[in-house]
């Protein structure tokens, strides 16, 4: 433990009994270093208020029911409870057996009443006393048990796992701070796979993230060997253990369900009433189609699976034959047009269930505007590489796009970012080798990309504070910009400096820079 934690301890057994329990005795016999300290005494909690406050400490009374006095120093937190009756029943109100061992600091001695020390030896995790009641008191402990099973690699008692399921639906009754931050605990974890899959085995993510739970057997394109489920399982796997990228990969695909769709024709008079456009009777969705309207038309386009009545169009042309019909196309194509933006619309509105902005680092509204951009980017890299990744590009274009490419993600409208940058290759490179089939060349080819944007970013990194706005002001101003303008067009010119060498000194390149502004309705 922590020096300030020793002092502490050291000073208060002078003055009562004094046990360590939780974590911090199991860690210690595990050899895991301890960080936060849980501490039972047998003095009340107002003496002991009283008490580390004549010491120079701070004590802040924490929680509702059941009161703690806490005490938070250097990232270290130590936690204190008065022992109301004997430790028997102190053990009883405690989660898992692994968690109610005792250590007397005057002894050293270890008090074991819920036989957790056994447990450990086995390997198994397990409620104190009668788990149903241990879920009912406090049923963010399910979510617990599922972090101390994987981080621990316990095998879970069967009543202490049947219990659980049972009480899943009374996470509903929990804040959505405590159960955010549980499960973000969960999500950060090395063994992240097992820890999904016992979430899912558990009912959780059917219970309170049905738009995950739903990807399974969703069967994806012919570039997938797994389905939508497996594929995100995987996708998770292989990302760092931070809670932003793994949130990210958790949602990525949730869009999959919503755009499953599969390529068709369909043809016949197509009209526009409203905001709906239909051939026979199925609703299209698209660009450009209100030109048709009252025309015949021949139409190749995607069924959504889900909502079949919704036809995504791809290609539009003039039906001649005034014939209608619909037929599906032999070994059509498996589509998720649009996916990405719809996953990132289902994170916006799962983020209403949680508080993840809590927990992100940085904590704030702007992690979570993060999370939900990094989702709905995830398929960029792949779209603006596609040549390059079949071999077909050259040093010349890979360069040139992977300097846009990492002025794009790290660019925020006020600096530039390398972290975001990396996040997003994170991401790609989790997703674009997430269990698909691969070709011989593929890794090479994709990890060259990948280091020409890691090379770009750096660049930008260490230079996109330098140009020289010298001439800029006089020049902006002479041409009658101002406020938002202002600001757009200096955007534009940087830009334009950072990715294609502009010279802020020419009067030419800066005329030359207006006018693709002007022309671009920028103003």
Known sequence: MTPF???VLAKLKG???????????RDEILGVPIKDVD??????KEALIELLTSWGYVPHLIGAQHQTVSLFRDGARMDFLDLTGSIEDDALRRDFSINAIYKDLSSGE???PQNGLQDMKFKTLKACGLANDRFREDPVRILRMVRFAVKYKLELDSDTWQSAVNNLPKLSEVASERTTEELGRILVLDDIENAVKMLDE??????????????????????HAKDAWDHTLHVVKNTPNALLIRLAALFHDLGKWE??????KVWGQ???SGQKTTVNEFSLTGKGLNRYNGQYVDVLGARLDHYPNIIQVKRIRKNYSQASGFEWVVDGKRHFLGHEKESGKLTRQILGRYRWSMFLDPPGKGSEKQLVWLVEQHMNGTL????ELRGEGTSFSIKNKAKQYAWDAGWDGREFNSQRVQNLLYLWEADFFGGKQREEGDAERFHRVKSEIFSAAEWLDQNWRNPDWGQFEPFALEKGLQGESFGRFKDHLRTSVLLKGLDLRDRGSLENEFEKFVQGKQL
């Not at 755009?259 to 068709?264: D, G, L, N, Q, Y």
């Not at 603006?384 to 040549?387: A, C, I, L, P, V």
């Open 259 to 264: 755009t499953a769709s599969k390529e068709c």
């Open 110 to 112: 270890l008090i074991d």
């Open 384 to 387: 603006t590489f596609m040549q």
């Open 270 to 272: 197509l009209k526009v």
């Open 39 to 44: 501490v039972v005494t047998s003095m009340p």
């Open 202 to 223: 558990l009912g959780y993510w059917r219970e309170y993230l049905p738009e995950l739970a739903r990807l399974k057997g969703l069967i994806q394109n012919k570039y």
């Open 15 to 25: 003055e009562c009994r004094v046990y360590l329990v939780g974590g911090a005795v």
């Open 5 to 7: 934690q020793a002092e």
